[in-house]
């Protein structure tokens, strides 16, 4: 398996940043068309702003304690 197939596998089980990595050395070394590489690598982008934006919500719920009244 080559690292485009690498990191295609490791994009649609959600590994996001380890997919960029696998396209971003594919792109390097020429292994698959550049566009490809690269429309991954932006998609696999999009995916980890996603997780960014919503990280900090979710430790704001988190760490809510409940108050008795």
């Known amino acids: 398996m080559n ?3 690498q990191g295609d596998e490791l994009f649609a089980n959600g590994y996001y940043q380890e997919a960029y990595e696998k396209f ?3 792109y390097r070394n020429g ?3 550049e ?3 690269l429309n991954y690598m932006a998609c696999c982008q999009i995916q980890l702003d996603k997780a960014l ?3 900090p919500l979710w ?3 988190l760490l809510i304690k409940v ?3």
């Open 3 to 5: 690292l485009y197939e």
């Open 24 to 26: 971003e050395l594919a």
């Open 31 to 33: 292994e698959e068309n």
């Open 35 to 37: 566009a490809d590489c």
């Open 53 to 55: 934006k919503i990280s």
């Open 59 to 61: 430790e704001r719920l």
């Open 67 to 69: 108050v008795p009244t």
